[in-house]
């Protein structure tokens, strides 16, 4: 086996892909423990692998606003030609991460197979969950076998945040849940008065809920908690990504749709339901650890595309419509053990 010194890790997609790198990463590091391991991502992501005790620097490239794209290319290249990287691995298909691998002279090239000018690529069965389809690239570089579980890392402040922000609530009672209602795809959205008829149910069982998402979640979240009139804390926008994944590692258990809190609670081991619409498992996103369930139906128009809809192709929407509070509390008591 090669002793490479300088990696470089190439995962320019979006947030649920950085983090379903992070055992990739992992096992680069327990492979070559003396490397040097850079990471290559978007903006938005760099905040997963910011404190990664792992990893050495983050490269953050905007490939997708096509201005800014082109004026770093350049600079990237640069950066990366100085280095002198001896492995490269890209966790991607674009052509651009190819072109930049080659570019900056990096000999030993591995990705997947569809990928172009690489000098190495594995053998990659169909249905492989995207987490282990990433690990899968250690196959070209040894037999060992690795642990698929992601994690993140955070600093003091964060936790302090938290605490701030919630340690109040959490103290007060003896079981509390996430619920993340938000999605960047209105079809991957279970619907508020669902969520708030759920919570009411739990509000029974004294099972209580935050509400957890981005600034742009906040009205979403404020509207379900008014319908539920429950003291349900809505804390949507008030923490940071990091943030949200040390407040999720303190919960029982989180409800999700098909959208990021799904990844950041794999990554906490925090146990997951998940309401898939649009989607469907076998894209390979999916909560993949012991405990977590995703309630669907088994519809002819499901799948009806990989990232879901403004609105549902068809105008029903009932692969959302037809999953009933009752169905999704009774998964829900289930994996809090008090069904």
Same mark, same amino acid.
């Given at each position: 086996?090669?002793?490479?010194?300088?990696?470089?890790?190439?995962?320019?997609?979006?947030?649920?892909?950085?983090?379903?790198?992070?055992?990739?990463?992992?096992?680069?590091?327990?492979?070559? #423990?003396?490397?040097?391991?850079?990471?290559?991502?978007?903006?938005?992501?760099?905040?997963?692998?910011?404190?990664?005790?792992?990893? *050495?620097?983050?490269?953050?490239?905007?490939?997708?606003?096509?201005?800014? *794209?082109?004026?770093?290319?350049?600079?990237?290249?640069?950066?990366?030609?100085?280095?002198?990287?001896?492995?490269?691995?890209?966790?991607?298909?674009?052509?651009?991460?190819?072109?930049?691998?080659?570019?900056?002279?990096?000999?030993?090239?591995?990705?997947?197979?569809?990928?172009?000018?690489?000098?190495?690529?594995?053998?990659?069965?169909?249905?492989?969950?995207?987490?282990?389809?990433?690990l899968r690239l250690m196959t070209a570089l040894t037999d060992q076998v690795y642990d698929h579980q992601t994690e993140l890392f955070w600093d003091d402040?964060?936790?302090?945040?938290?605490?701030?922000?919630?340690?109040?609530?959490?103290?007060?009672?003896?079981?509390?849940?996430?619920?993340?209602?938000?999605?960047?795809? #209105?079809?991957?959205?279970?619907?508020?008065?669902?969520?708030?008829?759920?919570?009411?149910?739990?509000?029974?069982?004294?099972?209580?809920?935050?509400?957890?998402?981005?600034?742009?979640?906040f009205q979403l979240c404020q509207e379900i908690a008014l319908l539920a009139d429950s003291e349900a804390l809505n804390i949507a926008g008030k923490l940071?990504?990091?943030?949200?994944?040390?407040?999720?590692?303190?919960?029982?258990?989180?409800? &999700?749709?098909?959208?990021?809190?799904?990844?950041?609670?794999?990554?906490?081991? &925090?146990?997951?339901?998940?309401?898939?619409? #649009? &989607?469907?498992?076998?894209?390979?996103?999916?909560?993949?650890?012991?405990?977590?369930?995703?309630?669907?139906?088994?519809?002819?128009?499901?799948?009806?595309?990989?990232?879901?809809?403004?609105?549902?192709?068809?105008?029903?929407?009932?692969?959302?419509?037809?999953?009933? #509070?009752?169905t999704v509390l009774k998964e829900v008591l289930a994996a809090l053990e008090m069904g």
């Amino acid at each position: 086996m090669p002793d490479y010194k300088k990696i470089l890790l190439i995962q320019t997609a979006f947030l649920g892909d950085a983090i379903l790198t992070t055992p990739l990463i992992r096992a680069l590091k327990l492979t070559y #423990p003396q490397a040097q391991l850079d990471v290559l991502c978007i903006p938005e992501t760099a905040i997963v692998f910011k404190f990664n005790p792992q990893i *050495r620097r983050v490269y953050s490239f905007n490939k997708r606003d096509k201005a800014r *794209r082109i004026l770093t290319f350049i600079p990237l290249l640069r950066q990366l030609r100085n280095e002198k990287y001896d492995l490269a691995v890209s966790a991607q298909l674009h052509f651009t991460s190819s072109l930049l691998m080659l570019m900056a002279g990096i000999p030993n090239r591995l990705g997947f197979p569809r990928q172009k000018l690489l000098t190495m690529t594995i053998d990659l069965p169909k249905g492989v969950p995207v987490v282990k389809r990433y690990l899968r690239l250690m196959t070209a570089l040894t037999d060992q076998v690795y642990d698929h579980q992601t994690e993140l890392f955070w600093d003091d402040e964060t936790d302090e945040r938290v605490e701030s922000e919630a340690g109040e609530f959490l103290r007060k009672h003896k079981t509390v849940i996430g619920i993340a209602p938000g999605s960047v795809w #209105p079809t991957k959205r279970w619907l508020p008065v669902y969520f708030a008829e759920l919570i009411r149910e739990l509000d029974k069982r004294d099972v209580k809920a935050i509400l957890i998402g981005g600034k742009e979640d906040f009205q979403l979240c404020q509207e379900i908690a008014l319908l539920a009139d429950s003291e349900a804390l809505n804390i949507a926008g008030k923490l940071s990504l990091l943030g949200s994944a040390a407040l999720i590692q303190k919960l029982k258990l989180i409800l &999700t749709n098909d959208s990021a809190p799904l990844h950041l609670a794999n990554a906490v081991q &925090t146990d997951v339901v998940a309401i898939f619409g #649009p &989607t469907v498992k076998r894209f390979g996103f999916y909560p993949f650890r012991a405990n977590d369930r995703v309630v669907e139906l088994d519809l002819g128009c499901r799948p009806c595309g990989k990232h879901g809809h403004k609105k549902c192709p068809l105008k029903h929407f009932n692969c959302m419509k037809n999953i009933t #509070p009752d169905t999704v509390l009774k998964e829900v008591l289930a994996a809090l053990e008090m069904g």
